[in-house]
C-alpha cells in the first residue's frame, strides 16, 4: 500500500520528529493508481505524460472531493492494461466493461453510470441512405486494434476481425476516419463521443461524412478494482454518487453525449 502526504502532513510529521508535541496524529492519503491507456476522448496519449482526456478530469474531480485517497494516473496500453492490472502495476481501470475480456481475471466491479456507444461512419454520398450500413458484407472496415466490437461477437482478434470482416486495424481513430475519407476504407466504427469531439473541431470533414442511427453497442462504464487495491468498491461508489449530485459528472461528461445515468 502506498501513502502519500500532503506538504502539510509532511511538516506535521517533521515536528513530531524532532520532539515537538502536535496533538493531532498524522495522516496520508492513500494512493490509488489508475490505469490510463489511450482511449480518446477519455484518455489521451498518456504515454507522453500530459492527458488531457476525461479520465484525468475525473480523477481531479475526485481528489478534490475528498482526502483520504489519491488517486494517481499511471500510463498503459489497450493491449498492455490486462497485464498491469494482473500483475499489480495498477490498483484499478477505469471506462471499462466486464465484457471486454475480463472474464478469466479477478476484479470487483463498479458501475461509473456513464454510457456511450460505437457507432459506424461512412464517406457521404449524394445516393447513399442510411440503408447502407445494415449489411457489412463485402465492405472493408477499418477498426481500433484491441476493441471489442459487439458485431464481430466480441472478438478482438487481429487474425479473426481481418479475415471475417477485411477489417484494418490500427491505433488511431483520425487514422480510421482519414481512411474512409480517402476511400480506402467503406466504413469504421467509433466511439461516439470521441467522434463528436472531431467533427465539433473540423466543420469541414463533418459536411463529408454519414453517421449511423445504427449503433453497434451501448456501454455501460465500469470502473474494475482489483481485489487488493487499497479503495473499497463501496468506497468508489460513495465518491462518484457525490459527483453526480453536485452536478460534476454532469459537466465533465455532457459534452461529449456520454449520458450520466443511475448506478
Not at 31 to 56: K, M
Not at 82 to 108: C, H, I, K, T
Not at 239 to 254: E, H
Request: aromatic fraction near 10%; hydrophobic fraction near 45%.
Amino acid at each position: 500500500m502506498v501513502l502519500k502526504c500532503s506538504p502539510l502532513q509532511l511538516a506535521h510529521s517533521l515536528l513530531l520528529t524532532l520532539g515537538m508535541v502536535w496533538l493531532t496524529p498524522v495522516w496520508c492519503a492513500q494512493e490509488v493508481r489508475v490505469g490510463a491507456a489511450h482511449f480518446p476522448p477519455y484518455t489521451v496519449r498518456p504515454e507522453r505524460g500530459v492527458d488531457t482526456g476525461l479520465l484525468s478530469q475525473l480523477l481531479d474531480a475526485l481528489n478534490q472531493l475528498q482526502d483520504d485517497y489519491r488517486f494517481v494516473l499511471v500510463p498503459s496500453s489497450v493491449p498492455r492494461r490486462v497485464r498491469d492490472f494482473e500483475r499489480g502495476r495498477v490498483d484499478m481501470l477505469m471506462f471499462e466493461n466486464p465484457a471486454w475480456g475480463w472474464q478469466a481475471f479477478s476484479y470487483v466491479a463498479v458501475d461509473m453510470g456513464l454510457e456511450d456507444a460505437e457507432v459506424f461512419v461512412a464517406r457521404q454520398q449524394p445516393d447513399r441512405q442510411q440503408s447502407y450500413f445494415d449489411d457489412l458484407s463485402g465492405k472493408r472496415l477499418a477498426l481500433f486494434s484491441g476493441y471489442h466490437y459487439a458485431f464481430a461477437g466480441f472478438n478482438p482478434a487481429p487474425k479473426y476481425l481481418a479475415e471475417t470482416f477485411a477489417a484494418t486495424l490500427t491505433y488511431s481513430h483520425e487514422s480510421n476516419l482519414l481512411m474512409v475519407l480517402r476511400g480506402r476504407a467503406d466504413i469504421a466504427l467509433m466511439t461516439r463521443s470521441n467522434l463528436i469531439e472531431m467533427l465539433r473541431s473540423d466543420p469541414e470533414t463533418r459536411s463529408r461524412v454519414m453517421v449511423s442511427e445504427r449503433v453497434d453497442q451501448t456501454y455501460r462504464h465500469y470502473a474494475l478494482l482489483r481485489p487488493e487495491a487499497p479503495i473499497q468498491s463501496r468506497n468508489f461508489a460513495q465518491m462518484m454518487q457525490k459527483l453526480r449530485d453536485n452536478g460534476q459528472l454532469q459537466a465533465i461528461f455532457a459534452p461529449y453525449k456520454i449520458a450520466v445515468v443511475g448506478m
